[in-house]
């Protein structure tokens, strides 16, 4: 039997005590408060990119509730290519990125072949369902082929 703490008002904690953590290496559990999502796509399984066409790098299903949601992504570029108007966001539609502060942008001259990074800012989503949250990317460039991979992980706050 699991015992059950109903509190009705607020909870006040003292000021050097606080809520006590976890002290070892688990995992909160669905639906607490610290739970965590992510998936990563490694650059081998890097996903083939077209230019000027906004695209996933990868997604997560998350829960309802308050979420932190945040990501990084690279893409791999051939000797000489021009890419501009990179860019990349935490959406909740699929291959459309947010509207806002809530992308990534540059704009890059390879030299040589080179692999550009970039964060993703961190998103708040308050969702009132279970939603799929895609990491999407969005770049113009001048070769045939470019490639992006990358990590989206989400962190329950409330």
């Known amino acids: 039997m699991t015992a059950k703490l109903v509190i009705d008002g607020s909870l006040t904690t003292s000021q050097t005590g606080g809520i006590i953590g976890t002290t070892t290496n688990n995992n909160a559990n669905t639906g607490s408060v610290g739970e965590y999502v992510e998936s990563v796509i490694a650059s081998g399984s890097a996903v083939s990119l077209t230019t000027n066409t906004q695209t996933n790098i990868t997604s997560i299903s998350l829960g309802a509730g308050d979420w932190d949601v945040f990501g990084c992504w690279k893409m791999t570029l051939a ?4 890419s501009t108007n990179r860019q990349a966001g935490i959406s909740t539609t699929s291959a459309t990125l947010p509207a806002g502060e809530y992308i990534s942008k540059d704009i890059y001259t390879a030299v040589g072949a080179d692999d550009l990074g970039m ?4 998103r708040r989503l308050s969702l009132s369902g279970t939603t799929t949250v895609y ?5 113009v460039f001048t070769v045939s082929t ?4 990358g990590y989206i ?4 706050v409330r």
Do not use: D
Not at 79 to 82: D, H, I, Y
Not at 119 to 122: L, N
Not at 146 to 149: N, V
């Open 135 to 139: 990491l999407v990317t969005f770049s």
């Open 146 to 149: 470019s490639s992006a991979w």
């Open 119 to 122: 964060a993703v800012p961190t």
């Open 153 to 156: 992980g989400a962190r329950r």
């Open 79 to 82: 000797a000489g290519t021009n």
